[in-house]
């Protein structure tokens, strides 16, 4: 059937070594693609028949891990999630995402992304440190609280966005709009009580005012977690707390115990993870 | 807040490499650039005011200089460049603020967001601002 069998397609592919290669550059290789075929299955190919010392990061191969962010054909995609065929054309472009160091070939160094993200708390902060520290139980939320935040919560940490930012494309001080989303996230979940310090974390310069809703992280971004609504959103609640109009409420309350039919399967709480502290 | 360097950084050329993508990245990149240009124009203004402190001939000079046909087209493009920097700003402001974005949502394909939700807002402002412009341009080169 004419249009529907395998076809040859080139593969350009941005290679570099730090510590060997001076400058990156560019190789081409022609592999037979297939209907339903994706960006990562024609690395594969090209690997195993051309470039066997091409490197790249994957491990799920359906868009949950958010290992394969890549720059395809000019755009942060992953490459798992990207079939050859909505391309177009007969050559696919892929170079590792920039906005990052790169590792080697097309693996980005999301490092310093993952270090903003951590300074910015991405877990529940409660008053009480004896809770935070030794949590008792279930947190008490209603699904209409759930909501408030859900939507950033599906962020996979691929870091398309952060590559397709213009600010940080020109601004090393700026957070970006994964942390940033995320530490909205934990912002508007009612168990929280972390915004103001994690306003104290952002006060530095590089926080959500360097946003100036360019649009493109929520464009790219493969789950739908749109960056730039909860950057926004994140700047509506600065602006009443700094009016002072910001509803003081303490994180949820810890959920009753249970009574009546026992729980079962639980023996016991599993053991704790060891701390710095031991 | 600092962070580790990004070598693989796109620069200047992130902010104008958005030609398969919305068209909010124009208006942010024109949103920057006019920004510059006003800037640019506050510091020329300033010196060619600043001749009237060395007496009327100095003044009289610049006043030769600026006006020109050319330096009209000048003070034209940096009307236009006000009323979309001022229009965009307030479109941004608002946005900032919370509006027209939208409640978080339930991400199901394929996925509606901000972008679009506010697209109307931002078409709108593009439009008072041409607007603002034309009308400029009429008592600049009709009118005056």
């Not at chain 2, 620069?11 to 640019?40: D, K, N, P, S």
Request: proline share 8%; hydrophobic share 40%; with cysteine.
């Amino acid at each position: 059937m004419a249009g529907t069998g395998p076809r040859r397609v080139t593969f350009r592919l941005r290679r570099f070594e730090p510590g060997t290669d001076r400058e990156p550059r560019w190789e081409e290789h022609r592999v037979e693609v297939s209907p339903g075929m994706t960006v990562l299955d024609g690395l594969w190919k090209v690997k195993e028949l051309h470039a066997p010392s091409l490197a790249w990061r994957s491990s799920c191969r359906m868009g949950i891990c958010g290992s394969c962010g890549m720059l395809i054909n000019g755009r942060p995609r992953l490459a798992c999630n990207t079939q050859v065929a909505e391309l177009g054309g007969d050559v696919v472009t892929v170079a590792a995402l920039p906005n990052f160091g790169t590792v080697k070939d097309l693996v980005p160094d999301l490092g310093s992304m993952f270090e903003t993200h951590r300074d910015l708390m991405p877990y529940l902060l409660r008053d009480d440190p004896a809770e935070q520290d030794d949590p008792t139980r279930e947190y008490r939320q209603t699904p209409g609280e759930l909501e408030r935040y859900l939507q950033f919560s599906y962020c996979i940490k691929c870091g398309c966005c952060m590559a397709a930012c213009p600010t940080v494309a020109t601004d090393p001080h700026y957070a970006g709009p994964m942390p940033l989303g995320q530490a909205q996230r934990y912002n508007s979940d009612s168990r929280d009580g972390g915004f103001r310090r994690r306003r104290e974390t952002l006060s530095g310069g590089g926080g959500p005012w360097r946003c100036h809703f360019a649009g493109e992280c929520s464009q790219v971004c493969p789950k739908g977690v749109d960056p730039a609504k909860a950057i926004q959103l994140m700047k509506r609640d600065l602006v009443v707390d700094l009016l002072r109009l910001r509803r003081r409420r303490p994180p949820a309350p810890v959920a009753d115990e249970p009574h009546g039919t026992p729980r079962e399967g639980i023996a016991a709480p599993p053991p704790r993870t060891a701390t710095a502290e031991g | 807040m600092e962070s580790r360097a990004r070598p693989n950084r796109l620069g200047v050329l992130g902010w104008v490499g958005g030609g398969r993508w919305g068209f909010e990245r124009y208006l942010y990149t024109l949103h920057r650039l006019t920004g510059l240009g006003l800037v640019a124009y506050f510091v020329m203004h300033i010196f060619v005011t600043s001749a009237r402190a060395l007496g009327p001939e100095s003044w009289e000079q610049a006043m030769d200089v600026v006006s020109g046909p050319l330096f009209a087209v000048g003070e034209y493009l940096v009307f236009a460049a006000f009323a979309f920097h001022a229009v965009n700003g307030i479109r941004l402001a608002l946005i900032e603020l919370g509006f027209a974005v939208g409640r978080p949502i339930e991400p199901v394909y394929p996925y509606a967001t901000s972008v679009g939700r506010q697209r109307r807002l931002a078409r709108a402002a593009l439009m008072v601002a041409a607007v603002i412009a034309l009308w400029g341009g009429l008592d600049f080169f009709v009118l005056a």
